[in-house]
């Protein structure tokens, strides 16, 4: 599903350049669901962001299937987000003047769907992370594992076959990031995604298929069940 190939990232930094790594290679097969992990500031975001579409890597390549997705040109790297792609990050970014539905519906939208399609389809994934009759409440009525749920809702309503989540549980405390977890690995099942989620916590990312540990600017795979508890 996923392939990167000598993925190299260098920020300039004053008159210096900052190499945050080099010469990552790996691949996630279709349906796998891999952690990838790290210290703060490791570079797990600027790869999520460069496998996404979102970044451009400094070198190297990224493919999703068969499509080159370093060469994409803006407009195709777009196209290509908003339909294969769901992404979730620490915090919902949601659009705070319009209701749950509306933000769910929001992707659809911008693909050209109707207002009722669009709304239509929300409901259903409204329904789906356990928050149907909630759709009319903006995003400050809902606490903060709903409004990740709504995130969850909105990065799933095009029905992308990668999910890429960045530290999704980060900003929950220890019972609702359960929760969230849960849920995402069963819509990952449900919906025969390929998910990498970016997280630091060790419980979720030993219940993952695969681990991809991303530490001094190198990346390696390591045993869930080796991570300390």
Not at 59 to 79: F, I, K
Not at 142 to 148: D, F, I, P, W, Y
Request: proline share 3%.
């Amino acid at each position: 599903m996923l392939r990167a190939e000598g993925l190299k990232k260098v920020f300039r930094s004053g008159k210096s350049d900052l190499m945050l790594f080099e010469n990552l290679s790996f691949q996630v097969a279709k349906g796998e669901m891999v952690a990838i992990v790290g210290e703060s500031g490791a570079g797990k975001s600027t790869l999520l962001h460069i496998l996404g579409a979102l970044d451009h890597a400094s070198a190297g390549d990224v493919y999703c299937q068969d499509l080159w997705v370093s060469a994409l040109s803006e407009a195709a790297a777009a196209e290509f987000r908003n339909r294969e792609i769901g992404f979730v990050w620490q915090f919902h970014y949601l659009l705070p003047e319009f209701t749950a539905a509306e933000n769910v519906a929001m992707p659809l939208l911008l693909r050209g769907q109707s207002q009722e399609q669009a709304h239509g389809e929300a409901i259903r994934w409204l329904r789906q992370v356990g928050l149907e009759q909630r759709w009319h409440h903006r995003s400050g009525e809902l606490s903060g594992g709903e409004q990740q749920r709504v995130a969850l809702a909105r990065a799933l309503v095009t029905q992308p076959k990668l999910l890429l989540a960045d530290e999704p549980t980060g900003d929950l405390d220890g019972r609702t990031a359960d929760a969230v977890f849960e849920l995402i690995t069963r819509l990952h099942e449900e919906c025969q995604l390929t998910s990498l989620i970016a997280t630091h916590n060790v419980a979720f990312a030993r219940r993952c298929h695969r681990v991809l540990r991303l530490q001094d600017g190198r990346i390696e795979e390591v045993e869930p069940k080796s991570l300390p508890v």
